[in-house]
């Protein structure tokens, strides 16, 4: 039998076509809705996959519960969704109006609106420097912590307009969208996005098949770095000191990276579906 993970949405499909028959696929994501337009989409193939709601770095228990020991291979389509940017309600995005949310899983406590409206100043800044490479972030969270003196920031156009207040106007005339990369910025740190992604990685290549393969699509630098990072150690995990003429540290590789250089969409992938612009494919090939 054939096993095959996904996650998210788009692929599955495509990966359901060439692992029927007699394989089976599992779906992970942490947005319920997620899950339930998959469910719908995917009906046909009702026999041959499942759909799971949780993070797909509890791999290794969610492989234990379901009873299986090892998978033929995986892809983490990482990042938010064109379905949770697009909705209205979500909060996600500066151009639509929404009470600040961010939440790929709404059973999280913790939403934009916690972040904007309860973080210390000193720790909203650190969260748009680090997660949004924004040069403006103490500014921004300067400009956040007065505003919300008066009264609670609600919403995503509120927020958009104090980054925009907060960002001088020669340095928003080119580039993105001013409020880009603090959006970007809350979003990593509502859903916890960076954090353990690595050991994520680690879990799925010791619960692939030797042969089978991780594919990981990551849509900006910071979680791309990370997974460049880590299937370089897992490709050369030894520890040994770099003089040392034998390696006695015993770490073996658990795996070969495939791709060299990520492989990025071409241009009719672009152009059909703008988003994808900034996607990076790295795969590892399990030893
Ligand atoms: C880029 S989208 C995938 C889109 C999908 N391939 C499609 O074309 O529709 C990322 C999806 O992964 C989910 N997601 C992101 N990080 C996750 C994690 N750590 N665990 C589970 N799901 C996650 C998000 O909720 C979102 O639905």
């Known amino acids: 039998m054939s096993t095959a993970l996904w996650e998210g949405g788009g692929h599955a499909e495509s990966v359901l076509q060439s692992i029927l028959p007699?394989?089976?696929l599992i779906g992970?994501?942490?947005d319920h809705e997620a899950i339930e337009r998959t469910k719908e989409r995917l009906k046909e193939y009702e026999r041959s996959f499942t759909t799971v709601h949780d993070d797909f770095k509890n791999i290794k228990t969610i492989l234990l519960q379901k009873n299986i020991a090892k998978i033929d291979g995986a892809i983490l389509d990482l990042g938010v969704s064109s379905f949770q940017l697009d909705d209205d309600y979500r909060g996600f995005s500066y151009s639509q109006d929404a009470k600040l949310d961010m939440r790929m899983d709404q059973d999280e406590n913790i939403s934009a609106y916690e972040v904007i409206n309860r973080?210390?100043?000193n720790d909203l800044a650190r969260v748009i420097s680090g997660y949004g490479e924004e040069r403006w972030a103490r500014r921004i969270a300067k400009f956040i912590v007065a505003?919300?003196?008066v009264?609670?920031?609600?919403?995503?156009?509120?927020l958009t307009e104090i980054i925009k207040a907060a960002?001088?106007?020669e340095a928003r005339r080119e580039g993105p969208h001013p409020a880009k990369r603090t959006f970007q910025a809350i979003r990593i740190e509502v859903n916890r996005e960076l954090e353990g992604l690595a050991k994520a990685i680690e879990d799925f290549s010791e619960v692939i098949k030797s042969g089978g393969r991780l594919a990981v699509i990551t849509f900006h630098s910071l979680e791309d770095r990370i997974v460049k990072q880590e299937f370089r150690r897992l490709e050369n995990p030894?520890?040994?000191p770099p003089d040392a003429p034998i390696c006695t540290c015993g770490k073996k590789p658990a795996g070969r990276v495939i791709t060299r250089k990520p492989i990025l969409p071409d241009e009719t992938e672009t152009n059909e579906n703008n988003r994808a612009r900034s996607a990076k494919l790295r795969i590892l090939e399990i030893v």
């Open 119 to 121: 973080y210390k100043e």
């Open 28 to 30: 992970i994501d942490k």
């Open 147 to 149: 505003k919300r003196a």
């Open 238 to 240: 030894c520890i040994c």
């Open 151 to 158: 009264k609670p920031i609600e919403t995503t156009f509120e």
């Open 167 to 169: 960002i001088p106007k």
């Open 22 to 24: 007699g394989g089976q």
